[in-house]
């Protein structure tokens, strides 16, 4: 029996945070594997004719396709692009390429032979679609062949799968890699805003820098009330902006 110590809290993140939880090693990776397995309450239910597996994924592509868009319409505009925003552009294909690839593969009653979850947050979706997401927030989606035949072949130990469940594992990774990267966008798109604002607020305060200080401190009163709580993406942009605009006046002295 697995030791109960070794299993990480797993539960959902908020739909809007990446699947992350502590970074474990390929050992404890198979720790976590036997606990969940062991815990897992489930049940081979044919009288359920619906698995909620392509509704993670339509969620997934509309968002992805949506952010995407958006950015690549700023960027084509010359406004500012962060390295988590310009590898979405890159690789953006990729990820189509991989909902194409469930798409074919999933038929909207692909799992309902597959043990199901009774309870919990994924209560109805296969039991190995909450492994694969577990596999990929504890090693934060860095996998290799290795730390998954490990992980599946430790799951089994508490838990053998059923031949179903073992052809299913490479359509629910994808399902769960592809949810990760509509938690990670959706980030992505809240720090792109959160800049965008803070160049509009960095002008607006540059501009009356040229003015009165009365008419600054009337932009800042406003800035304050408009983000009493700014975030770490839009501070560390509109210090940026402020800092270059000292820095350049310096230069000039």
Not at 83 to 112: C, F, H, K, M
Request: aromatic share 6%.
């Amino acid at each position: 029996m697995p030791d109960p110590a070794k299993h990480v809290d797993w539960t959902i993140p908020a739909d809007s945070e990446p699947l992350r939880t502590e970074l474990l090693s390929t050992e404890r990776l198979a720790d976590t594997a036997r606990a969940l397995a062991s815990t897992q309450c489930w049940t081979v239910d044919t009288q359920s004719r619906t698995v909620p597996l392509l509704s993670v994924l339509d969620r997934a592509e509309v968002t992805i396709e949506k952010i995407y868009t958006l950015l690549a319409t700023d960027a084509r505009n010359q406004a500012p692009i962060s390295v988590s925003a310009e590898w979405l552009l890159d690789n953006y294909y990729l990820v189509e390429e991989q909902i194409r690839t469930v798409r074919d593969d999933l038929p909207a009653d692909y799992g309902l032979e597959l043990p199901r979850l009774c309870e919990g947050s994924l209560r109805g979706y296969p039991r190995i679609f909450e492994a694969m997401l577990l596999l990929v927030s504890a090693s934060d989606a860095r996998l290799d062949r290795e730390r998954l035949i490990r992980f599946v072949m430790a799951f089994q130990d508490s838990s053998p799968l059923t031949i179903g469940e073992v052809w299913a594992i490479p359509i629910m990774l994808r399902i769960a890699l592809v949810d990760n990267v509509r938690r990670l966008s959706t980030r992505i798109s809240a720090s792109h805003t959160a800049i965008k604002e803070a160049d509009a607020w960095a002008d607006r305060v540059l501009e009356a820098l040229q003015s009165a200080s009365a008419h600054v401190e009337q932009v800042m009163h406003e800035l304050e009330r408009a983000r009493p709580t700014p975030s770490p993406a839009f501070l560390i942009r509109f210090s940026q902006r402020l800092q270059d605009h000292e820095d350049a006046d310096a230069a000039v002295l």
